[in-house]
Antibody, heavy 118, light 106 residues
Framework: QVQLQESGPGLVKPSETLSLTCTVSGGSISSYYWSWIRQPAGKGLEWIGRIYTSGSTNYNPSLKSRVTMSVDTSKNQFSLKLSSVTAADTAVYYC????????????WGQGTLVTVSS | AIRITQSPSSLSASTGDRVTITCRASQGISSYLAWYQQKPGKAPKLLIYAASTLQSGVPSRFSGSGSGTDFTLTISCLQSEDFATYYCQQYYSYPSFGGGTKVEIK
């Protein structure tokens, strides 16, 4: 059974960079598309972007200028960096798995709350 | 960007009711649509993909239909464990989600 686990600071100061890592267990990270999705409290889901195990990326155009994703296949991990954060970036951040560039998401992490506050 | 309009945003229903939720895409997305169920404090759970394919382990009272721009999720006989928020998601282009439908107890 594939499991995804987000990790990283739960509190980030405004204007700084949010950094999260997702560790994949119970299966290989190879040959899948790995996404980050966020959800502000009481609101809907927003896709941030995805990375393939080759390192190729696609980002939500609304966040593209601030997002960087990377993958470390040796550690079965992938990561998210979101720069110049504001309070509007406060949300639960999920990592998730898709099978292709046109694929539903079949596995999700449990989510991690990141609060942007001084 | 493909926009997904989901309706209603909330509904009240009783156990045993038939419930229908719809999603409309701003342009044709073929059958590249999934439905998820989310309970408070939990990650979304995949119910249906490719518009009408039931994910393994999901009860058969859930069904999906549609193609192009109009899609429907139907719960044929609502159970107590089905009270949750439901989201549709298109993956024809970079993914986007509907605004969600909260199914509450009447």
């Amino acid at each position: 059974q594939v499991q995804l686990q987000e990790s990283g600071p739960g509190l980030v100061k405004p204007s700084e960079t949010l950094s999260l890592t997702c560790t994949v267990s119970g299966g290989s990270i190879s040959s899948y598309y790995w996404s980050w999705i966020r959800q502000p409290a009481g609101k809907g889901l927003e896709w941030i972007g995805r990375i393939y195990t080759s390192g190729s990326t696609n980002y939500n155009p609304s966040l593209k200028s601030r997002v960087t994703m990377s993958v470390d296949t040796s550690k079965n991990q992938f990561s998210l960096k979101l720069s110049s954060v504001t309070a509007a970036d406060t949300a639960v951040y999920y990592c998730a798995r898709g099978h292709s560039s046109r694929s539903h998401i079949d596995y999700w992490g449990q989510g991690t709350l990141v609060t942007v506050s001084s | 960007a493909i926009r997904i309009t989901q309706s209603p945003s909330s509904l009240s229903a009783s156990t045993g009711d038939r419930v229908t939720i719809t999603c409309r895409a701003s342009q044709g997305i073929s059958s590249y649509l999934a439905w998820y169920q989310q309970k408070p404090g939990k990650a979304p759970k995949l119910l249906i993909y490719a518009a009408s394919t039931l994910q393994s382990g999901v009860p058969s009272r859930f069904s999906g239909s549609g193609s192009g721009t109009d899609f429907t999720l139907t719960i044929s006989c609502l159970q107590s464990e089905d009270f949750a928020t439901y989201y549709c998601q298109q993956y024809y282009s970079y993914p986007s989600f509907g605004g969600g439908t909260k199914v509450e107890i009447k």
